[in-house]
């Protein structure tokens, strides 16, 4: 084996690393934000979704909460499929060719604001800047590969 196919080999196996690594962390931070989306109906917790290149737009998914649900309280377990399912195609796309691209984690409900700063009167059952506490430790997680 020549020094420049040894070089060659180690940038293919160093860019599918990090491809790992980023998609590791993408999924991981996505997921910690759905988890923690307060709930009051689901529908929130239920509207993400990850994109490449572009944010997405007009996105306003349904709730997943039966509405019965919400008289007899057992809110907090929302699975929010669809925003899981969003997170799992954009991460099954991370590819050591994507690396650089944008990858984006939206909400397009007018109201998310407003729950991430918890700035209305409704009785949100979550944390207080869930969005923002989970951005900022996504670099401070250790990732295994």
Request: aromatic share 8%; proline share 4%.
């Given at each position: ?104 984690f ?24 869930f ?10 997680r250790?990732?295994?590969?």
């Amino acid at each position: 084996m020549t020094f420049a196919s040894e070089v060659k080999e180690f940038k293919k196996v160093a860019e599918e690393n990090a491809a790992k690594i980023v998609a590791k962390r993408f999924e991981m931070t996505c997921t910690k934000i759905v988890d923690e989306t307060p709930v009051v109906s689901g529908k929130l917790k239920n509207n993400w979704t990850a994109t490449f290149t572009s944010a997405a737009s007009g996105v306003d998914r349904k709730s997943e909460i039966d509405p019965t649900r919400l008289l007899f309280g057992g809110v907090n377990d929302v699975p929010a499929m669809d925003s899981r399912n969003s997170i799992k195609e954009v991460v099954s796309k991370i590819k050591p060719k994507e690396i650089g691209n944008p990858l984006f984690f939206t909400n397009c409900l007018d109201y998310a604001d407003d729950v991430e700063g918890q700035k209305s009167s409704k009785n949100y059952q979550g944390p207080k800047g869930f969005l923002r506490r989970n951005v900022l430790v996504a670099g401070l997680r250790s990732i295994k590969l």
